[in-house]
């Protein structure tokens, strides 16, 4: 069976190919992102692979269909990008690796929550420089602050975790609670409550309709003044533009970010030779209480590792049943 790896990197080749061995899949690797131009790569495949910034709307998957895939297999968690129902329509079954590593990304979250606390990533630059200065680089403790964390699913519980570990109040909002993290301490609330009283909101729900610009004008309007956010879950949580508009007032005290709504046109490629031209991204990097990180969170080897196996066992799962093991199914 043929499989069409897109948008592959280096690292993605690495890991596949470590996880391919003994089968007898032959993997393709593009290093073209998907969208309807290039899903003319796949002609001869029967499966194709894809990462979050892929296009996988209708256009593609019509082509995708045309060419007779029958399976793509997503190397991420979230499926916000893809158009289920035109999947659906042409008969090609969807995958996802479901959990690869939450530890990941939940100690990425707290990656940028400590270096945009203790201004670490100002501090490396000063040193550099001679300047030992500590005017504008204070921060508080965690311990005895008030997280809120939007979504505790996966990575969601392991960030609980590690909070209360720092000794901060843990507060949530998820519209489907866990036992787990209710027995971390975690309280959860109305939306409203956690916006209104929490020092850190850290953002780890899905895309979804309902999470489509959570977080825009009104509720920052509602949020405790210089509070941080985190947002390492899918950039359209967020209206960067009524972000922009919180940090110029002050409401919001610190940004990190992982994720961005237009990352496409940006993450992944190395563009230090010609220029960033997203100006709404380009303001953002003018606040010294910003940090982004191009959607590294889930980057770490154990991850890698993770998503490539099962990745495999997606496929030749398919290839043995007609089914993945984990397929992504269109909501009831
Ligand atoms: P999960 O499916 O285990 O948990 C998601 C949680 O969000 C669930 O408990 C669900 O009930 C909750 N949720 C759904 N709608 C919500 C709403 N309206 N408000 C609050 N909570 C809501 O997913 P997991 O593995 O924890 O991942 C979460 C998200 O993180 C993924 O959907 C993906 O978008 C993002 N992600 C980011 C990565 C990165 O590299 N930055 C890597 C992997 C995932």
Same mark, same amino acid.
Not at 50 to 65: C, E, M, P, Q, R
Not at 77 to 84: E, M, Q
Not at 171 to 189: I, K, N, Q, R, T
Not at 310 to 315: E, K, L, R
């Given at each position: 069976?043929r ?16 996880a +391919?061995?003994?089968?007898a ?6 290093e073209?992102?998907?969208n309807?131009d290039?899903a003319?790569?796949a002609?001869g495949a ?14 593609t998957i019509?082509v995708?269909s045309?060419?007779g895939i029958k ?8 499926f916000?990008?893809?158009d ?12 996802? !690796? ?8 939940a100690?990425h979250? /707290? ?5 945009l606390?203790?201004? =670490?990533?100002r501090a ?8 030992f200065?500590? #005017?504008?680089?204070?921060?508080? #403790?965690?311990?005895g602050? !008030? ?10 519980t ?6 209360s570990g720092f000794g ?6 998820d519209?489907? @609670?866990s036992a787990e ?6 309280h ?14 850290t953002l780890?729900c899905p895309?979804t309709? #309902? ?13 405790? @003044? ?5 947002n =390492? ?21 610190a ?18 030779q010609?220029f960033?031209p997203?100006? /709404?991204?380009a303001?953002?990097? =003018?606040? @010294?209480n910003?940090?982004? =990180?191009?959607?590294q ?13 099962t +990745? ?10 007609g089914a993945p093991?984990?397929p992504?199914k269109?909501? #009831?």
């Amino acid at each position: 069976m043929r499989i069409d790896v897109f948008s592959a990197k280096p690292h993605d080749l690495v890991f596949m190919q470590h996880a +391919t061995q003994g089968t007898a899949l032959d993997m393709q690797f593009h290093e073209a992102r998907l969208n309807p131009d290039t899903a003319r790569l796949a002609q001869g495949a029967q499966a194709i692979c894809a990462f979050v910034n892929d296009d996988l709307g209708g256009a593609t998957i019509s082509v995708l269909s045309d060419l007779g895939i029958k399976l793509i297999a997503l190397r991420s968690a979230g499926f916000n990008h893809v158009d289920l129902r035109a999947a659906q329509a042409a008969g090609i079954a969807v995958a996802r !690796v479901p959990a690869y590593s939450p530890h990941s990304v939940a100690e990425h979250t /707290v990656a940028l929550i400590l270096a945009l606390n203790r201004k =670490t990533h100002r501090a490396f630059n000063r040193v550099r420089e001679g300047n030992f200065a500590l #005017d504008g680089l204070m921060g508080f #403790d965690m311990h005895g602050k !008030v997280a809120g964390i939007v979504g505790t699913g996966l990575i969601g519980t392991v960030l609980a975790r590690i909070l209360s570990g720092f000794g901060c109040e843990l507060l949530a909002y998820d519209p489907y @609670p866990s036992a787990e993290c209710e027995a971390l301490g975690v309280h959860y609330v109305e939306m409203d409550e956690l916006l209104g009283r929490a020092d850190i909101i850290t953002l780890q729900c899905p895309l979804t309709p #309902d999470t489509h610009h959570l977080i825009d004008d009104a509720a920052i309007a509602r949020l405790k @003044p210089g509070v941080m956010l985190i947002n =390492t879950s899918r950039g359209a949580v967020v209206d960067t533009r009524a972000v922009i508009r919180g940090l110029k007032s002050g409401q919001i005290g610190a940004l990190g970010l992982d994720v961005y709504e237009e990352e496409a046109d940006l993450f992944f490629e190395d563009m230090s030779q010609s220029f960033i031209p997203d100006d /709404v991204f380009a303001r953002l990097l =003018t606040f @010294p209480n910003v940090l982004i =990180t191009g959607h590294q969170g889930f980057f770490t080897r154990e991850a890698l590792r993770a998503i490539a196996e099962t +990745t495999i066992a997606n496929i030749t799962e398919f290839q043995s049943s007609g089914a993945p093991l984990h397929p992504v199914k269109l909501p #009831d």
